[in-house]
């Protein structure tokens, strides 16, 4: 089920949108900004977590690529964000992924 971002209620309730001061355009600004670094953090978090998924898998004989867990990915962010929620996983795999067809080095951990 994708999430309806254009309706406020979705977000936040309607009582809290009613009874307090709405915040400003800057103070919105300023928390997107602070959304954007914790998931730019977190999104190297789970490169990291990738990587190190892949380098494991390869040294036990596996292969660096799951395709049923990516599938498993782009199927939950798709359920929450619909295609653009799709593409996020798709970049957020490439990510974790690093180079196709290249041995992943310690420096790109």
């Known amino acids: 089920m994708s999430m309806d971002l254009e309706q406020p209620s979705m977000i936040m309730s ?3 949108a009613n ?3 709405q915040p400003t355009i800057e103070e919105r600004r300023e928390r997107i900004k602070q959304i954007d670094e914790a ?3 977190l999104a190297l ?5 990738s990587r190190a998924i892949g380098k494991e ?4 004989g596996g292969t660096r690529v799951v395709h049923s ?3 498993e990915v ?12 799709r593409q996020i996983a798709l ?3 490439a990510l974790g992924r690093g180079k196709l067809g290249h041995q992943i080095r310690n420096d790109e951990m």
């Open 19 to 21: 009874t307090e001061q």
């Open 57 to 60: 898998r390869m040294a036990s």
């Open 39 to 41: 998931i730019a953090q």
């Open 91 to 93: 970049a957020l795999l």
């Open 14 to 16: 309607d009582t809290v």
């Open 74 to 85: 782009i199927k939950r962010y798709s359920s929450v964000l619909g295609d653009e929620g």
């Open 69 to 71: 867990k990516e599938y």
């Open 45 to 49: 978090e789970r490169t990291i977590e």
